[in-house]
């Protein structure tokens, strides 16, 4: 049986976004991170992080500046009681045209392959309008879109690809636990 997942922008939902994160030191988690970390795990939805990184492809860190970061990331949310189940990284900038960086379904789609995931039961969970591209992009069943920033409103286009707007992981993680349990 496929599993069912959420897919994680990292800065932003689960570590407070300091723009360009090539330092384990800046590591910080986001408020109720943690908690919805583990109401989704309990719920069984695979946890997946699914994050752009091209402050490499922009010279700003090194990639192993990205995985020294990756690996603070996995360290205090482990020490904290959550195991994530993978991780996807896109090092690339705008001009690279790969075929990973959001809202293209690159990393989604391998995370599916890898992890036998079903998207159609999944959703996938971000601050940026291209979390929520990428799920369409991808065939989540849901996008959600967490910590909305004050004062960057919505295109009506980005306004209809957000099925839930809120403001912390926990809040969409209970949302989307509700909506399964809706139908
Ligand atoms: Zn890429």
Known sequence: MKHKAVFLDRDG?????????????LIEFAPDAVPGCKLLHAS???????????????????????????TRVIEIFRAAGVEFDGAYYCP????????CRKPKPGMVEQAVRE?????????????????????????CRWSVLVGEKEGEPLTPEQEHLA?????????????????????
């Open 44 to 70: 069984g939805f695979k946890l997946v992080i699914i994050s752009g990184q091209s402050g490499v492809a922009r010279g700003k860190f090194s990639l192993a500046d990205m995985w020294a970061v990756h």
């Open 13 to 25: 939902p689960l570590v407070i976004d300091k723009k360009y994160m090539g330092d384990p030191a």
């Open 115 to 139: 992890l036998d995931l079903d998207p159609a039961q999944s959703a996938a969970l971000g601050d940026k309008p291209s979390d929520l591209e990428l799920g369409r992009n991808s065939s």
């Open 163 to 183: 099925d839930y707007r809120c403001q912390t992981l926990l809040q969409a993680a209970e949302w989307v636990v509700r909506q399964e349990s809706s139908g």
């Open 92 to 99: 690339h900038g705008p001009d690279d045209n790969c075929a």
